[in-house]
């Protein structure tokens, strides 16, 4: 849809830690990226409207001047948990978006008046009558065109009435489709692994490593029953959830995270909704979970491994543009996934011996297919991972700076080809990937000025 997954992602404002862009700049070679060189653009997009932060030294990270609306959540049902988290050493904190990202707070959301924030409508809604931006909607590209000199010259495309056009560029083409569509598209059109394209009959443009690097955060969820609260009547239109959001070490002398943590404070009506729908895990766990939480106070915590080892892939099914790319996650090809997940579900479960936790009585909820397991065993917390492991919606890499494109997302070995989404993004960050790919948007929007300054 238009503005693509920010039209319906979960609108929490995370920027990553700055070792993660330094990491970017020396996979690339390319200083452009490092922390010190993205900050600005961070900054440039966003119109924080939160009284709080504007008074303490995190002010130095903000704007109120981007399109981008950006705001804090404010809930008192929180501060419990904040505190049950204070106990176990974290520091609770007001913005884990500055130099120093760890330590557990309320998130900042890209929500502004009650209105989500999605590109769409922060980006194009205010420029929407400018005479150079022309929007075709329901209109699904299937492959770029390049002359004799390896040019990209113009797209093809189907519309939704199946009237297919062809767009010629005078300048460039940036694609723009995702980390999923991206390397399908330039696969369509000759870029890609040599082998794979010959095998489909796809005249090869480009030997690139298209597809390849797929990346996503691999999470798992844990479950609390605490406190009985009565029977409240809900606002289905209400959101978020009270959340407490927090981004942890295992080590004391780290200052980057190895897992965030993402705890909902809900009932168990909603756990059951979060359990079977959002999460699709087993009838037998949601049926367990709720009985056992019913009438009771439900702290949801989502635990998510923030630098993945495990990479997939995209390769194409078919030279149909319709036929969805074949997706191979690689989710715990790399053993150690699973067991960072599992080590870090346990220290999360430290909240248990907290005086909240332990005040009311807190149960933790455990799947029926761990319950034969010796309780805080490896084998355990192994089960439990499995059981309840989930994946973000967080997927990047598959045209990465470096082995795709460029530092200033050119696409390599042919001219005239940009991709600007989160496929070019070649190392996961330390959090949700929306405002990443919003940052850089906004720098590929300077390199195209920088590299058009005297044309109109
Ligand atoms: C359910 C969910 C929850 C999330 N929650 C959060 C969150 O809370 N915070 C956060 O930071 N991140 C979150 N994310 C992740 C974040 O939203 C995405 O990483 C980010 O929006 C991806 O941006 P993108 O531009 O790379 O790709 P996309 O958003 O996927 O945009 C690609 C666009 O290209 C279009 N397209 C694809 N192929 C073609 C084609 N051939 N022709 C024409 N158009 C095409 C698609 O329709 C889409 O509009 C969430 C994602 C999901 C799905």
């Not at 929500?111 to 929407?128: D, H, V, W």
């Amino acid at each position: 849809m238009l503005g693509g997954c920010s039209s319906m992602n979960y609108m929490y404002y995370v920027r990553g830690n700055p070792y993660d862009y330094d990491n970017w700049a020396s996979i690339t070679n390319d200083d452009t990226w490092s922390y010190n060189n993205v900050l600005p653009y961070f900054i440039k997009s966003e119109r924080l409207q939160d009284p709080n932060i504007w008074n303490t030294p995190n002010a130095a990270f903000h704007s109120s001047e981007g399109y981008l609306g950006v705001t804090k959540q404010y809930e008192k049902r929180t501060n419990k948990y904040l505190q049950a988290f204070s106990e176990l050493g974290y520091n609770v904190v007001l913005d884990t978006n500055g130099n120093y990202t760890l330590g557990f707070t309320e998130p900042l959301l890209t929500m502004a008046n009650g209105y989500r924030q999605s590109t769409a409508k922060t980006f194009l809604s205010p420029i929407e009558n400018r005479s150079n931006l022309y929007v075709l909607k329901h209109t699904l590209v299937t492959k770029i065109n390049f002359d004799e000199y390896n040019s990209a010259v113009s797209i093809e495309a189907i519309k939704e009435n199946k009237e297919k056009i062809t767009i010629s560029a005078n300048k460039e083409i940036i694609v723009s489709a995702g980390a999923i569509n991206s390397p399908q598209l330039l696969m369509l059109s000759g870029i890609g692994p040599k082998k794979h394209l010959e095998d489909l009959n796809i005249n090869v443009i480009a030997d690139l490593p298209v597809g390849e690097n797929l990346q996503n955060h691999i999470s798992g969820i844990s479950t609390y029953a605490l406190e009985k609260i009565p029977e409240q009547s809900k606002n289905p239109h209400k959101y978020p959830q009270p959340t407490v959001m927090g981004f942890a070490t295992m080590s004391n002398l780290q200052v980057y995270p190895d897992y965030q943590s993402v705890n909902l404070i809900v009932d168990s009506d909603y756990l059951l909704e979060n359990c079977a729908f959002t999460n699709s895990f087993k009838k037998e766990i949601c049926n367990t979970f709720y009985k056992q939480a019913k009438g009771r106070e439900v702290m949801i915590s989502q635990t998510v491994v923030l630098h993945p080892k495990s990479r997939g892939r995209i390769l194409l099914r078919s030279i149909n543009p319709s036929v969805h790319p074949e997706i191979f996650t690689g989710y715990f090809s790399d053993a150690a996934d699973l067991e960072n997940l599992a080590l870090y579900i346990e220290h999360v479960n430290r909240v248990m011996m907290t005086s909240y936790f332990q005040g009311v009585n807190a149960t933790f909820l455990i799947p029926p297919d761990c319950i034969s397991n010796e309780p805080d065993s490896e084998e355990f917390w192994r089960c439990y991972a499995l059981c309840m492991a989930m994946p973000m919606n967080h997927y990047i890499g598959t045209c990465a700076m470096g082995s795709v494109v460029d530092g200033r997302l050119k696409v390599f070995d042919v001219q005239r080809l940009r991709v600007v989404d989160g496929s070019v993004i070649p190392n996961m960050t330390s959090g949700n990937t929306n405002v990443p790919i919003i940052m850089v948007a906004e720098k590929a929007a300077d390199f195209i000025k920088a590299e058009n300054s005297y044309s109109h």
